[in-house]
């Protein structure tokens, strides 16, 4: 446990601009929460994150993903037909949000990402030039290209996360295609030598593995491999997940808090990939946590990652893991395709302000806004918990 403590804190100090910032996100969060349970409708100022779904198009099939996956909202949506962002307002957005009292944290995501090739390497460069902390999460196949990870590697990017699931067998597996393991490796060893050319500023890589019932029991062959590959951060993050009579719940809530049925929860409803054996994870993660791996590992805080705690996650869904209020619609805007504004990523049922006709900054202030912060606050006062959808919520480990 010291060793991995000290690993993390070696980490911080080398990527020092990224871990300030990722500081100064966390305190502006626990400085949400509290303002929160006393005024439900006000945040704390400007956003402290912003994080910008470039697009929702994919050539992956990840199993438990919302979007593409066995049950993903999307996935009889033909990539064609599905929507990108306004690259008009993305520009206009980077530049709105360098100008702010304090920079946000500016995160790139999708989808992914990378598909939008242009216009995603050009927010990195514009981002860049004007300040931002900047981090782009990829499946990290096209980084392959070896013109595609130059620019990356050397845009001024702080923090690339990049998802792999096991070994390459496992990994194949849960994404869908075969031979997109060796295609992301490759990716990341082009990154890290493309970025001993950014002038000391070569993004911190870190590799993020979702674990389920496919690759419970592979995950400490994920960690031997990781380290093998010298990548600067490893972290494990459980499923996030719904069952079908959580998502039924949240339709009444919604329905009767914004007037609203739609459902894009329902799409994280996959009770078969929740099927993990909390001893044999347990087992797993001690393994690792007994090993003299060289690089940091860090897992989903949910307690002491006991089987008790795992099996609560991923089996006793009325168990009350975060009683906390989320931190999101305080602190971090979410924008999406085409150019709306809504308060979470995997969930964007509510689109509290367009683009085309605000900017972020009114946007956040709005009375709509507002009225949804009062709902959340008002529902977490009443019931104790968040709202049904997000008992299983991951978001802030990504």
Same mark, same amino acid.
């Given at each position: 446990?010291?060793?991995?403590?000290?690993?993390?804190?070696?980490?911080?100090?080398?990527? %020092?601009? @990224?871990?300030?910032?990722?500081?100064?996100?966390?305190?502006?969060?626990?400085?949400?929460?509290?303002?929160?349970?006393?005024?439900?409708?006000?945040?704390?100022?400007?956003?402290?994150?912003?994080?910008?779904?470039?697009?929702?198009?994919? =050539?992956?099939?990840?199993?438990?993903?919302?979007?593409?996956?066995?049950?993903? #909202?999307?996935?009889?949506?033909?990539?064609?037909?599905?929507?990108?962002?306004?690259?008009?307002?993305? *520009?206009?957005?980077?530049?709105?949000?360098?100008?702010?009292?304090?920079?946000?944290?500016?995160?790139?995501?999708?989808?992914?990402? $990378?598909?939008?090739? /242009?216009?995603?390497?050009?927010?990195?460069?514009?981002?860049?030039?004007?300040?931002? !902390?900047?981090?782009?999460?990829?499946?990290?196949?096209?980084?392959?290209? /070896?013109?595609?990870?130059?620019?990356?590697?050397?845009?001024?990017?702080?923090?690339?996360?990049?998802?792999?699931?096991?070994?390459?067998?496992?990994?194949?597996?849960?994404?869908?295609?075969?031979? !997109?393991?060796?295609?992301?490796?490759?990716?990341?060893?082009?990154? #890290?030598?493309?970025?001993?050319?950014?002038?000391?500023?070569?993004?911190?890589?870190?590799?993020?593995?979702?674990?389920?019932?496919?690759?419970?029991?592979?995950?400490?062959?994920?960690?031997?491999?990781?380290?093998?590959?010298?990548?600067?951060?490893?972290?494990?993050?459980?499923?996030? =997940?719904?069952?079908?009579?959580?998502?039924?719940?949240?339709?009444?809530?919604?329905?009767?808090? @914004?007037?609203?049925? /739609?459902?894009?929860?329902?799409? =994280?409803?996959?009770?078969?990939?929740?099927?993990?054996?909390?001893?044999?994870?347990?087992?797993?993660?001690?393994?690792? #946590?007994?090993? #003299? @791996?060289?690089?940091?590992?860090?897992?989903?805080?949910?307690?002491?990652?006991?089987?008790?705690?795992?099996?609560?996650?991923? %089996?006793?869904?009325?168990?009350? $893991?975060?009683?906390?209020?989320?931190?999101?619609?305080?602190?971090?805007?979410?924008?999406?395709?085409?150019?709306?504004?809504? @308060?979470?990523?995997?969930?964007?049922?509510?689109?509290?302000?367009?683009? /085309? *006709?605000?900017?972020?900054?009114?946007?956040? %202030?709005? *009375?709509?806004?507002?009225? =949804?912060?009062?709902?959340?606050?008002?529902?977490?006062?009443?019931?104790?918990?968040?709202?049904?959808?997000?008992?299983?919520?991951?978001?802030?480990?990504?």
């Amino acid at each position: 446990m010291f060793r991995n403590t000290w690993l993390k804190l070696a980490a911080a100090v080398r990527f %020092h601009r @990224f871990s300030s910032k990722l500081l100064e996100v966390r305190a502006a969060e626990f400085l949400s929460r509290r303002r929160a349970a006393r005024s439900g409708s006000r945040p704390l100022g400007l956003p402290r994150s912003v994080i910008i779904r470039i697009t929702e198009r994919c =050539f992956l099939r990840c199993r438990m993903c919302g979007q593409n996956g066995d049950r993903g #909202r999307l996935r009889n949506v033909r990539p064609s037909h599905r929507p990108v962002f306004d690259r008009r307002i993305l *520009e206009r957005t980077i530049d709105e949000i360098s100008r702010w009292p304090i920079k946000p944290f500016l995160k790139l995501t999708g989808g992914e990402p $990378l598909v939008e090739h /242009e216009m995603t390497l050009a927010a990195l460069d514009r981002a860049s030039s004007n300040g931002l !902390v900047t981090k782009l999460n990829t499946n990290g196949v096209l980084l392959a290209d /070896e013109r595609t990870a130059r620019r990356v590697a050397i845009s001024g990017l702080d923090y690339l996360s990049v998802s792999i699931d096991g070994p390459s067998d496992i990994h194949d597996l849960i994404r869908g295609l075969p031979g !997109v393991y060796d295609r992301a490796i490759q990716g990341i060893r082009n990154i #890290r030598r493309y970025g001993r050319q950014a002038a000391g500023r070569a993004p911190m890589i870190l590799v993020s593995a979702v674990v389920s019932e496919l690759n419970q029991d592979r995950i400490f062959d994920l960690a031997k491999r990781m380290d093998e590959e010298k990548i600067d951060w490893l972290n494990f993050e459980f499923m996030n =997940f719904t069952t079908p009579a959580l998502s039924e719940a949240a339709k009444s809530v919604v329905k009767n808090l @914004f007037g609203t049925e /739609e459902t894009p929860w329902a799409s =994280f409803a996959n009770p078969g990939l929740a099927g993990v054996d909390a001893g044999i994870l347990a087992d797993e993660i001690r393994a690792i #946590r007994k090993a #003299r @791996f060289s690089i940091p590992i860090s897992f989903l805080g949910i307690g002491n990652l006991s089987a008790r705690n795992i099996d609560d996650y991923y %089996h006793n869904v009325e168990a009350t $893991l975060r009683r906390g209020i989320c931190a999101m619609p305080y602190a971090a805007a979410f924008l999406v395709p085409p150019a709306h504004m809504v @308060f979470c990523v995997d969930y964007p049922l509510y689109y509290y302000a367009d683009l /085309e *006709e605000t900017s972020v900054a009114e946007g956040w %202030h709005s *009375e709509k806004a507002a009225s =949804f912060r009062r709902g959340l606050a008002d529902y977490h006062r009443r019931k104790g918990p968040n709202f049904p959808q997000c008992r299983r919520c991951n978001w802030r480990f990504n």
